[in-house]
């Protein structure tokens, strides 16, 4: 029974090159939500997803970004053209529900991009 | 706009002792809080919850208080141990809608 997994773990890329990050959500899971972790800064929301809907994308850069959670398949985070400041870990997490009521979050082990 | 904030970004304890972590948030809808654990290169995990309709809920050492007037929440660990050392984040959120997180505390138990 896997947990959320993420893949790849570490991936590095030249400026101007394209990063694909993808997610499976843990079985049973829908709700889907990334963020970025900054080298000595916390956790800062991207997007929440559910299967073939953005919820929320109040954190994704206008420019560059893009996510999706298509009704089959893993949810990926997109990022163009790449710049030295995208490199971070990315942090994947779902949930059976969105917010409230007894609902956890349940992280992935993280993507770590670098931007050369 | 950070609505849920840790004012401290390290704290240092003596192993046994006990460790407070805190938390502020400003968003009177949220309903539900969380803390988690990270250690470096890893993803964060769940350690412990409260509903806004409670004011305590404990777990073996880990125990989290609410105080919804002053929009505030802690964590102790009691007695700390030096594998509690990490980042622990708080978290809050409300129906439909994402989790917000803190900035983290790193605590370190000093054996």
């Known amino acids: 029974n896997a947990g959320v997994m993420q893949n790849p773990r570490h991936l590095v890329r030249r400026r101007g090159q394209e990063a694909r990050l993808r997610c499976s959500p843990m079985k049973g899971h829908s709700h889907v939500y990334w963020y970025r972790q900054l080298p000595e800064e916390g956790l800062k929301f991207m997007v929440y997803l559910q299967k073939e809907n953005i919820i929320d994308e109040s954190g994704m850069p206008k420019e560059r970004f893009s996510a999706e959670f298509p009704k089959e398949g893993p949810s990926i985070l997109r990022i163009q053209q790449v710049v030295r400041g995208d490199s971070a870990a990315y942090f994947c997490?779902?949930?059976?529900?969105?917010?409230?009521?007894?609902?956890?979050?349940?992280f992935g082990a993280g993507s770590r991009l670098t931007v050369l | 706009d950070q609505q849920v904030k840790q004012n401290s970004p390290s704290l240092s304890v003596q192993e046994g002792r006990i460790s407070i972590l805190n938390c502020d948030y400003t968003n009177s809808m949220f309903d539900y809080f969380l803390w988690y654990k990270k250690y470096p290169a890893e993803g964060p995990t769940f350690l412990i919850s409260i509903s806004s309709i409670k004011d305590k809920n404990e777990d073996g050492r880990f125990t989290v208080f609410l105080n919804k007037s002053a929009k505030h929440l802690s964590l102790h660990i009691v007695p700390s141990q030096p594998g509690d050392s990490a980042v622990y984040f708080c978290a809050a959120s409300y129906p439909g809608n994402q989790f917000y997180f803190g900035t983290g505390t790193s605590l370190t138990v000093i054996p």
């Open positions: 997490a779902s949930s059976g529900q969105g917010g409230s009521g007894a609902n956890v979050l349940t």
